[in-house]
């Protein structure tokens, strides 16, 4: 049997040339593919190439020549932010939108080509290249804020909702109620909603919401299965403790089941106490933490 190592070896050697990392002409363009994803990146707003430069992962001096290569094709144009002007931003032009539109039909018609050979097992494949890319992005998921009725949050709730349903008895996936009925109080001034990104996708959310004038609740805490098990959750916490703390509040407090023991076993490693109950079913346990 082949060792992990030559097993991932192998999986690098099927996606560079499937992907066609080494062509010098990408999807039949006449560029390389670094040249392409500059190019589709950029979005139809203008994007700031220090974006540019963390998402593809490229010291300024390459991204320069690429994008010097790119303007001289009539592609792009790069100027001053006017509302800063330490920072540049590159816009596609009227010929660089036409090609960026070309490139992603061919993008997508190369992905359903891919799918295709997958047969019944398509949603399989989806799933193990969204574990493969999570794994690999590990250190650069980002938490940011968000607003609670943000597709990625409603997103990230129904799976939630779906999460209780399997696991707590009584509760359903109807029971997600949309618009969230809470969603004025999950946003500033009054709370807060925060998304965690693995690259462009969600992969966590939590949101926070004023209890009383010296408590808020946390809710909704969700971890993607892609990421559990990478300190996620305890990062998720940790901010939106914080969040808390910064809108003056001295305590915390949270309701949950009994049935989410991975949850459960979080909050109590993390200085979290129970508390008498203020809810009523689903939760059979109220925990509070002094922040």
């Not at 190369?110 to 290249?129: L, S």
């Not at 309701?255 to 979290?272: H, Q």
Request: hydrophobic share 45%.
């Amino acid at each position: 049997m082949l060792d992990s190592i030559a097993r991932l070896r192998r999986f690098n050697r099927v996606v560079t040339r499937e992907i066609g990392a080494l062509d010098t002409s990408y999807l039949g363009r006449g560029r390389p593919l670094a040249a392409a994803r500059v190019l589709h990146l950029i979005r139809s707003e203008g994007t700031d190439l220090a974006d540019l430069r963390r998402r593809l992962g490229l010291d300024t001096g390459l991204l320069s020549r690429i994008l010097r290569g790119l303007e001289r094709e009539g592609l792009v144009e790069t100027s001053p932010d006017p509302a800063d002007r330490r920072r540049r931003i590159a816009t596609l032009t009227e010929r660089g939108r036409a090609e960026w539109a070309v490139y992603d039909a061919l993008g997508r018609a190369k992905a359903e080509a891919v799918f295709a050979r997958a047969g019944p097992r398509r949603d399989e494949v989806i799933a193990a290249m969204d574990l493969i890319a999570t794994v690999m992005l590990r250190d650069e998921v980002r938490i940011a804020d968000a607003d609670p009725d943000d597709p990625a949050n409603l997103h990230c709730t129904g799976e939630y909702f779906r999460l209780l349903a399997a696991r707590v008895p009584g509760v359903t996936p109807e029971m997600l109620v949309l618009p969230l009925p809470d969603a004025a109080r999950c946003r500033a001034p009054e709370g807060a909603t925060l998304i965690a990104w693995s690259d462009d996708l969600p992969v966590g959310t939590v949101a926070l919401r004023r209890h009383d004038a010296t408590s808020a609740e946390v809710k909704r805490l969700w971890i993607d299965p892609l990421a559990r098990g990478q300190g996620l959750g305890r990062r998720m916490m940790r901010a939106i403790e914080a969040r808390a703390r910064d809108m003056g509040f001295t305590w915390a407090r949270l309701d949950s089941n009994t049935a989410l023991a991975e949850a459960i076993a979080l909050y109590r490693s993390d200085g979290w106490r129970e508390t008498g109950p203020y809810s009523g079913p689903p939760a059979d346990i109220w925990m509070i933490k002094r922040l």
